[in-house]
């Protein structure tokens, strides 16, 4: 089989499959096109001149189809690597499991003081991280994420009030706080958009 023969039957299976594809998601392929493969684009192309999104490929020079970020200093880079795409998502859920990990911790060292409604509060949020990670993990449901940056919200805020109303105001303990936030908020946005962008060949 030829090059083109094979780009050609490619091209119709990125096709089958991109059909399913929202609006969205199909110009978020157009606008990153210099990070997929050929056939990938093509396909993303007919699809959305079929959908009237674009007259032509030309169109993809225009302005809005050009990636806002430099390549190379994204803030959340493409990976269109299968191999590399996996160790990314493996290790990001690695560290989303660590988080959840962290309140059950603080629960017991809470318990051993007699503090049981704080006891409580942090087991329950650290056992309903890790449940939503876990089925975040198996299905790679986007609807998951939201539910978790709304639990991670709730959470540091509460966390963030009982900080600022004690008497003692804690500066080390309110910067690990807003640390782990973002960490924890840019994490959860990257995975969104790595399932989002997930490599044509996986």
Do not use: C
């Not at 309903?128 to 449901?141: A, E, G, M």
């Amino acid at each position: 089989m030829d090059n083109s023969t094979e780009n050609t039957d490619r091209t119709a299976g990125f096709h089958e499959r991109y059909l399913s594809y929202t609006y969205i998601q199909i110009k978020e392929i157009l606008e990153n096109h210099k990070d997929y493969q050929e056939p990938a684009v093509t396909a993303a192309v007919q699809i959305a001149i079929e959908r009237r999104l674009i007259n032509s490929e030309q169109d993809l020079f225009a302005p809005e189809f050009q990636s806002a970020t430099p390549h190379g200093v994204k803030i959340f880079p493409v990976i269109t690597n299968s191999y590399y795409y996996k160790k990314t998502v493996a290790s990001i859920f690695r560290v989303l499991f660590i988080v959840g990990i962290m309140p059950l911790i603080f629960g017991l060292m809470k318990y051993a003081e007699g503090k049981i409604t704080m006891t409580i509060t942090a087991l329950i949020v650290g056992s309903v991280w890790l449940l939503l990670t876990f089925f975040l993990l198996r299905t790679k449901r986007i609807q998951i994420i939201f539910l978790q940056l709304i639990l991670l919200v709730l959470t540091i805020s509460s966390i963030a009030y009982s900080l600022i109303v004690q008497e003692v105001f804690h500066r080390v303990d309110m910067a690990i706080l807003i640390i782990g936030f973002f960490i924890s908020l840019y994490l959860l946005l990257y995975l969104k958009k790595l399932i989002q962008t997930k490599p044509d060949d996986l």
